[in-house]
């Protein structure tokens, strides 16, 4: 089975801190996203990533920024946490190219920043 | 950018009425992805369509792929309450790798 882990389910952070989200899959996926969700606004992509050391805005990248070291892990830091980031945070990973291409979801992180 | 809108945003049905939700996007898709997210959890693929015109099934679910390859709809027959959840579309477009996500249909299914 398609395992993405992420490192917390439950984040209380204070308003100005850095906070580091991480996301790890073990399925050797090329690619991985970031995507914030809120209610009725659906799933809003920050950031995604192709390749190590490759990342592009997704939607909403304002606020936020990423790293991507190794295939497997892909880092969202809020540089400085606001209470407008309070969200369930989502991370996905899936295939490069053609053939089926899913995303495949970790459990989610709740931010609440304070 | 490429946006993809869904609607309706919300759906009550009583258990044993059809369900659809339906997908739009702005541009052209390489191909459309549904996806279920039950209440608590993450969401989890259901299907993919690459083709114009594709129809699939899946037991009592109908993907619909049009002609244009920019919209898409997600039928269910005969509602249980184990449909219950919010239904996303999602779509790559063209060459993008950046895979877009519709605002999601929440349903609720009254037993």
């Known amino acids: 089975d398609v395992k993405v882990t992420q490192s917390s389910r439950y984040l209380v952070k204070r308003t100005g801190e850095k906070v580091f989200l991480e996301c790890v899959q073990d399925?050797?996926?090329?690619?991985m996203f970031w995507y914030r969700q809120d209610p009725g606004l659906g799933l809003r992509l920050i950031y995604f990533?192709?390749?190590?050391?490759?990342?592009e805005k997704g939607d909403i990248p304002e606020g936020y920024s990423v790293s991507r070291e190794k295939k497997e892990r892909f880092s969202l830091i809020l540089e400085s946490a606001s209470t407008n980031q309070t969200s369930m945070y989502l991370c996905?990973?899936?295939?490069?190219?053609?053939?089926?291409?899913?995303?495949?979801f970790g459990q989610g992180t709740r931010l609440t920043v304070v | 950018g490429q946006q993809v809108m869904q609607i309706p945003q919300y759906q009550h049905v009583q258990e044993g009425e059809d369900f659809t939700t339906y997908c739009n996007s702005s541009?052209?898709?390489?191909?459309i992805q549904w996806y279920k997210q039950r209440p608590g959890g993450h969401p989890v693929f259901l299907i993919q369509?690459?083709?114009?015109?594709e129809v699939k099934k899946q037991k009592r679910l109908t993907f619909q792929f049009g002609e244009a390859k920019k919209n898409s709809s997600l039928h269910i027959t005969a509602t249980q309450t184990t449909d219950v959840g919010t239904y996303f579309c999602?779509?790559?477009?063209?060459?993008?790798?950046?895979?877009?996500f519709g605002s999601g249909t929440q349903l609720t299914v009254l037993p």
């Open positions: 996905a990973s899936s295939v490069l190219g053609v053939g089926r291409t899913e995303a495949f």
């Open positions: 399925m050797d996926h090329e690619n």
């Open positions: 990533s192709y390749d190590v050391k490759m990342k």
């Open positions: 541009t052209t898709l390489s191909n």
């Open positions: 369509l690459v083709k114009s015109g």
């Open positions: 999602a779509g790559y477009s063209g060459s993008a790798r950046q895979l877009t």
